[in-house]
């Protein structure tokens, strides 16, 4: 038998460059005369902003220090032990880089195996143990205090999760099986599957508390204190703590089942991780946790083994590394200042563009359009928002009374813009109309303004071309709802200057987008992506494949929705033009329906309707359509579709749309919504074999988002 120090050892050899987290021990004499309690604190020695982590040496500190407590406790000159964290923080789980670098499945089994034998130590102490989660905490965080006797919450955690679902793994430390004994396995499946799934929500402290995790709350000023004074009272007996008893009857299976619905409608079984934590629940049902910590092991082991981990832990690290320094963006100092914003337009789009920048930059944003009713119905848009945002507590009167004043119309663009910074335009998308825009601009705005364009598929360089000063332009492309999603695709024309295009990025750090800079190629990325991908399933369907078997063949990939669904999202009629403004471009590859053309002409917003709370195919629009004989079985519609798609980002590529395959990932996590499990898309083009079949080559080298060779 391996012993937990030989395996932590071993773990700890694999990766050499871990922030090892202390767990210093200091002892405290309680009040009420309780006795004397050993306080263990995690802490790797940074401030709040690098959190707290468990690697293999971080587990080892732990072990040391239980080591002490545990004789402690035996020689009877302690009465508890509690386990706390650094100010803000108390543990976010484990350290993902070294999961990273592991190549064997042993190597993977002595991780989780490791975490359960150090963190099951604190549940046998010979006295009663407290968690006292005093900042964030999550994934393993969370379950080194389940493994505690007792805990208690701050009010001001602002971060609670079990996120490994999310990512690809399962609560492996406990999380699965103890949680479910804790509070149940309705309310573990919450945290554990629903939150996870649901882009890794997060508890907060008084969630916490709700859900029964914690079994008492404390503000954070004194939180330290009222948990000692709370802990005194339960060891003397004046506190009792009552949990609610489990029923681990139907119940239990009907919650495992309903677990279930929430996995098949998130990623329909593409994606193995909830299911495998599922089963765990399940299995703990009869209580034997040394059975659920085993199976723990064993499905973390072969999950840290899988594509798909390692494609969510790549997606992770996009979103949180490299969106942080975009790739190829010019020198921070090249930015301009902005201290005041215009946008042309005040329709919807617009409207929702000048609410974000008024909260993220704090500056005045002024709107215009082509009369006093338009301009008052985007600024009464704007104000409307505003209260919304004051009546959910997420702004106080003060911020929403500036916020107010801070936006405001005018039909004289000389006056609204010309002390202005920063322009945007978010007109009718057409090219006559955006150049004659951009001309009457350049007349009023100062020779340092930047000129942007919410533009989604037309080219900034010909949007510019009559221009003076054709330089100042860029793209600046949101993606809908502009509050929501993350994305913002910074087009640089043929003659933007370096200046421009650093203030473009400057303003998206502020307004917190993911900015990816995009060469003026048509329909920049996600547009271009979806549309190659719609197109095909568009002409499979048109040649006569049912909708029925189009919409199953690609439900392996997981998607947050149906292409069939997405359409009616993104609107059959701007699904047409975009694709009519790709065929222009790319006639050999896109295509124009005539069928999706006849459902646009009819003005039908989709394929579907809704009957009795079901979705079902519209049988006027089904009239519409003029169908082939060729019937695909779902494999040939998954493989054609992604076929095409490899082509397209293989062509992408070679054009330098973007500087490398990962910003292609990052568009189409943060501004489609893709899932993490695939890792944008290129990361399951390469595990299934596509890359090579099409393009003769993986995108990505081995390793970066699938197991080290």
Not at 281 to 307: C, H, N, P, R, Y
Not at 643 to 668: K, N, S
Request: hydrophobic share 45%.
């Amino acid at each position: 038998m391996v012993s937990t120090t030989e395996l932590l050892k071993r773990a700890a050899e694999l990766f050499p460059g871990e922030v090892v987290t202390s767990a210093h021990v200091r002892h405290l004499d309680l009040p009420l005369q309780a006795g004397r309690l050993a306080l263990i604190t995690l802490d790797n020695g940074f401030d709040h902003t690098k959190p707290t982590t468990f690697g293999p040496g971080s587990l080892a500190e732990l072990s040391v220090a239980l080591d002490q407590v545990e004789a402690e406790a035996k020689d009877g000159k302690i009465v508890a032990v509690a386990v706390t964290g650094k100010p803000f923080i108390f543990a976010v789980g484990a350290d993902l880089k070294g999961v990273e670098v592991l190549k064997e499945h042993s190597d993977a089994l002595a991780i989780g195996k490791g975490g359960h034998d150090v963190f099951k130590r604190i549940a046998a102490l010979p006295v009663p143990s407290f968690a006292f989660y005093n900042g964030a905490a999550m994934g393993g965080g969370v379950e080194v205090g389940l493994h505690c006797t007792y805990r208690t919450v701050s009010t001001g955690v602002p971060a609670f999760s079990l996120p490994e679902v999310f990512l690809g793994l399962v609560p492996g430390w406990g999380g699965c099986t103890i949680l479910p004994n804790l509070i149940g396995p309705s309310k573990a499946i919450k945290v554990i599957i629903e939150n996870s799934m649901s882009q890794n929500k997060q508890l907060r402290g008084k969630d916490v508390f709700e859900l029964g995790i914690a079994d008492a709350i404390f503000e954070p000023a004194d939180f330290l204190e009222q948990s000692l004074l709370w802990a005194s009272k339960v060891l003397t007996g004046a506190t009792a703590v009552e949990r609610e008893e489990i029923d681990r009857g139907k119940a239990w299976d009907d919650a495992v089942a309903w677990g279930r619905l929430i996995a098949d409608s998130k990623v329909h079984g593409a994606a193995p991780a909830a299911y495998k934590a599922l089963d765990i629940i399940q299995q703990v049902k009869d209580q034997d946790l040394q059975a659920g910590f085993d199976a723990e092991d064993t499905a973390l082991a072969d999950l840290i083994m899988s594509g798909e981990l390692r494609a969510g832990l790549y997606a992770f690290n996009l979103v949180q590394r490299r969106a942080k320094r975009p790739f190829g963006a010019p020198d921070k100092s090249l930015a301009r200042p902005v201290t005041k914003v215009g946008v042309v337009g005040a329709g919807l789009m617009a409207s929702q563009l000048a609410l974000l920048f008024a909260r993220r930059l704090q500056v005045p944003v002024v709107l215009t359009d082509i009369d006093q009713a338009r301009v008052d119905k985007g600024v009464g848009y704007v104000h409307a928002e505003i209260d919304k945002l004051l009546a959910k507590g997420r702004v106080n009167p003060d911020n929403a009374n500036r916020l107010k004043g801070l936006v405001t119309g005018s039909l004289d663009k000389a006056a609204a813009f010309g002390d202005a910074d920063f322009v945007i335009e978010a007109v009718f998308e057409e090219m006559g109309v955006k150049q004659t825009v951009f001309a009457d601009l350049e007349a009023v705005v100062s020779p340092t303004c930047v000129l942007a364009t919410n533009t989604s598929s037309l080219s900034v360089t010909e949007m510019a071309s009559k221009l003076k000063h054709p330089e100042r332009v860029v793209g600046f492309h949101f993606f809908n709802p502009v509050a929501i999603l993350p994305l913002l695709e910074i087009v640089r024309g043929e003659r933007t200057d370096d200046a421009s295009l650093a203030t473009a990025f400057g303003v998206s750090r502020k307004l917190k987008k993911t900015a990816v800079l995009v060469k003026d190629a048509p329909a920049f990325v996600v547009n271009r992506v979806l549309t190659r991908f719609m197109g095909e399933i568009q002409a499979i369907i048109d040649e006569g494949t049912p909708i029925a078997t189009v919409e199953k063949g690609v439900e392996p990939l997981g998607l947050p929705m149906s292409p069939i669904v997405l359409l009616e999202l993104v609107g059959p009629a701007i699904a047409q033009h975009v694709s009519q403004t790709l065929h222009g471009a790319f006639p050999e590859r896109f295509g124009v329906s005539e069928n999706l053309g006849r459902v646009v002409g009819a003005g039908k917003r989709g394929f579907y309707l809704w009957e009795d709370g079901k979705q079902v195919l519209d049988p006027e629009v089904l009239a519409l359509l003029t169908l082939g004989d060729t019937v695909l079985t779902e494999e040939q519609v998954l493989a054609r579709s992604l076929e095409a798609v490899a082509q397209e980002i293989g062509l992408m590529l070679d054009e330098g749309v973007v500087g490398e395959a990962q910003d292609i990932d990052l568009c189409m996590i943060t501004g489609a919504g893709w899932p993490f499990h695939l890792g944008g898309i290129t990361p399951y083009l390469d595990r299934e074999g596509i890359s090579e079949r099409v393009n003769g080559k993986r995108f990505l080298a081995q390793g970066l988002a699938s197991v080290p060779a």
